[in-house]
Each structure stands twice: as C-alpha cells, then as structure tokens.
C-alpha cells in the first residue's frame, strides 16, 4: 500500500527533486518518511523526527502497536492522523513530514520552515502614536497579534481553504455575542461558492465577494494594522484573514468608516470631531472642485466677483485649450506621475515628485498650456484625495470627480447639480450586506455618536444596529 502512495506522489509531482523519500526499519516494520524539502526545517527533521524515531527503535516492543508508539513518543507538537490520500498531498505540501506506517496507518509531524518576514511597522497605514506592529504573510502570526489585543475565548475563527492550486488558508474572525451570526454565515457561504485557481491575496478575495454590489464604490476595506481589526470585531463586523498575504479584510464597512482613524482615539473628542470635519472637507473638495470651477468659468460667469473674473480671463487668455480639457490634461499627468511614483524605487520617489510638481507644472504655465489658477485646482484637489488611503475608494472619487467635469463643461452648475442628485441617489441606493451603505446617517443609528462628531465615549453606551445584541455596553460592563 505505501509503495503504491509513493508512486502516485512521483506521478503527480513528476519526480520532483524537492520531495525526498526515506526508509526506515523500527524492529523489521518499515517506516516511509516523506517530505518538501523546500518547506520543511532540515534541523527540526535531524532534532524531532530522525533522532524519536531512532529513540523509539530502542523502546519498542514487537507486542506493541507501531502507530500508537510513534504517537505517543515523537518529539513533535503538532500531529495530524492522516485517513486519506488527499490528506497526504495536504500536509505534504504545507510544511508536515508524512511517515507511512506498515498496516496502513500514516501521521503528518508539522516541520515547517520559517518563510515569512519579522513584524514591521504599517508602510500603507501609518499612525501617530498608534500601534507599531503590522501583519505579515504568515497567516499563524497575524491571528496570534489580533488574539494578543482579544483575550477572551469568544473570539471564534472559521477556517476553510481556497483555490485549485493554491489550497490557500483563509480565517473568518468574529466575536460571539457581538458579531450577527447570519452574516458571518452569509459570508462563508459565499466564500464556499468560489471556484478559482489561486487565492493567495487579499484583492483576490475581496472582489470575489463583492460581486452582488454594482457599484464603484468599496464595501470592503483592507488593512494591515491588528489594532484597526480589533476595533472593527469590536463594534460588530467581520474580518478575513488570508495566509501568504499582509492584509486583512474587514465587513460590511460603510462610506463613514473611510473618515475615521485608528489615531482618533488618541486625541479628545472635540479636537478630533474638528479633524473629521476637515476629512469630509476635503472629500467635497475632491470631488466637486474641478467641476464647480469649469462650471463658472465656462457658463456661469456672472457668479464670479468681477476682479476674479478678469483676472481668470487674462491668465486663460493665452492657453488655446477649453477648461475641461485642461483640467483633464493636468490630471491625467498627476495620475500618471502618481503611478510613477508607486511604481519605481524608494531611493528615486522623492526626485520624481520635485520634477513632476515644480518643473513640470511651472514649465505647463510657462508654455501657455494650462493656467495657473488651473495648477491651483488641480493642486487643491490631489491634496485632498490624499488624505483617502483605501485605493478603491480613491479610484470611485476619479471616476465622479469626470462626472462633475462633465456636467460642468455642457450645462454648467445646472449639470453640477444633476450629477449631485445621481451622486446621492447611488450613495444612498448602495447596500453592503444587506446593510445601507449611508449608516448611520441613513437610517440613524447608534453610530451617528462616532460620525462626523465624535461623542464622548461615555455617551457611547451602545452598540450599532446591525448587531445581534445593540444593547451591550460599549465601555466597560465588567466593572459593575
């Protein structure tokens, strides 16, 4: 039976190099050790494996089961009974040491070798006095710097496996008591729906299960920071961890979650509610200041102070283009330098901005291409889309950020106005899981405590609607 085993793992891995077979005689029964060199630890395989085994040959009575010896007596933390052959091929490919006993019994001794990188800091989502650590490829050790921050036993995982190939690890995080169950399901039914041949990154996975929302914008977020998911299984959503890749999923998320920060909760509520007014700022700016400008000084130009007018008309005076097209030029070049700037290495990043911000756009006025109040526009507008770190997010406002440009360039502010109610209309008519996308503000919830004014957290004594149980106390129950 195990030599038919060892030839269907030749077979399918067409004798591959990497999978080493070994033999081993424990008083006259034979042992078949096989295992990924690639993925497994050549020094735990000498100090565990070889060295029980050997240990084991010494003890072992002929009266004895060899199963249940090898068992009880290896050096090995973690081991798996194996039942089938697609159980082999499993633990084979993940790291484990598969041993073939005679009689047809079979163990995976885990002896994975260390393929992931240290905790380092957030590189995407950086904090102020926030936590410093981040996660990393390594599934395992991601759900231990979440299970670090959670010490309780109601935090609950459910594990299952994606892709084809990839057979990639994938952990549902919620917590009992606070998490809706049936949303919980409602995701892992969906994620058991997906056939697809890799699923080894967060991206992947996230767009796979948004698909029943027809919309541009997210409703998901990803983050690589464990505090930022704590707080999120905190006030009721859940989070997908996903082995071989830095980043978690965390849902339903809704448009008022990509305002808040993890640093908000280092600062007063009055200073910090002053910090998110400017974020909502600066999301109206990006959105509508183009279109406004293009608006008024194609159409409406009896809205502009005279002084201001004339002072448009001369420094348009000399560029040959219409505002629109302008405007789209000078953003198609930011988008583009922006590009650039993810794209080439660190040591270069900050010589391309200097060139692309001060030569670039002061030769565009000098040559009479665009204007400079157009610069100022342009510029105002990048600023503000910058403080938006989800790219899915910031992607959404290009496309509406066109929208407003167009209905600026053909009816002016009237076009403004009819791309504000389809802007709004959509907003509102996007749901994400079944929840509405414009909570708390629509319908009102609890959450509207920590929205664009951020309430005291004593006042903050429920939790939000979408929950099982909406009246578990926020701060601190245990106390009393």
Known sequence: MNNKI???????????SYIIYREKYIKNIKVDIIYNETLTDQDKMSNYIYRSLDYIDKIYDEKQLLYDVIKNNISNIKIKEINNYNDITKYLNNGFVILLIENDYSLALEVKKNLSRSIEKPMTETTIRGAMDAFCENIETNIGLIKRRLKTNKLWNDDLELGRYTKNKISILTIDGITDMNLKDKIIERLNLIEIDSAVDSGTIKSLIEKETKTIFPTTITTERPDKVVSSLLRGKVVIVIDNSPFAIILPVFLNDFF?????????????SLTRILRYIAFVITIFTPGVYIALTTFNQEMIPLELLTGFASQRSTVPFPAFFEALLMFLSFEILRESDYRIPNISNSALSIVGALILGEAAVNAGIVSPIMIIVVAITAISSLIFVEPELSNAIKWYRILFMLGGTTIGMFGIFIVFIIFTINLCSITSFGKSYMMPYTPLSED???SIIKFP???RNKRNKYLTNNIIREVSDEKN
């Open 448 to 450: 509207i405590k920590n």
């Open 457 to 459: 957290l004593l006042k």
């Open 260 to 272: 808040l920060s993890q640093d908000d909760k280092d600062s007063k509520y009055i200073n910090n």
């Open 6 to 16: 060892i030839k269907k793992i030749r077979d399918e891995t067409n004798n591959s």
